[in-house]
């Protein structure tokens, strides 16, 4: 049984950066896509981001590009959601979410939530001055 465990969240004015982290525990990353999906408040769930086991391709919703980088450690089995920029509308819950693809070459990272297998509780972000 795969557990996913974020962290980092907490409130920052905006401009300002927090570095999510996804820690992974019951197997390592290999043959795991993890995405990074955020709730607003009275919004629905939204993809962020997302990257592949296979040859780490990588992928962002428009509105983050350019703001937020994802990245990988398979030796801490971690994967990381760096977010510069902050704005208010970034405000929501973050999750991370693993999908089983071991032959995935490209993540889509629009929602799909029932091709994801594991969700991780998910740690609140605030952009607020």
């Known amino acids: 049984q795969l557990q996913l465990v974020e962290s980092g969240g907490g409130l920052v004015q905006p401009g300002g950066s927090l570095r999510l982290s996804c820690a992974l525990s019951g197997f390592g990353l290999y043959g795991y896509t993890i995405n990074w999906v955020r709730q607003a408040p009275g919004k629905e769930r939204e993809g962020v981001s997302c990257i592949t086991s296979r040859n780490g391709n990588k992928n962002y919703t428009d509105s983050v590009k350019g703001r937020f980088t994802i990245s990988r450690d398979n030796n801490r089995k971690t994967v990381y959601l760096q977010i510069d920029s902050l704005k208010p509308e970034d405000t929501a819950v973050y999750y991370c979410?693993?999908?089983?693809?071991?032959?995935?070459?490209?993540?889509?990272?629009?929602?799909?939530?029932?091709?994801?297998?594991?969700w991780g509780q998910g740690t609140q972000v605030t952009v607020s001055a």
């Open positions: 979410a693993a999908e089983i693809a071991p032959h995935r070459d490209v993540c889509p990272v629009a929602l799909d939530e029932g091709s994801y297998d594991y």
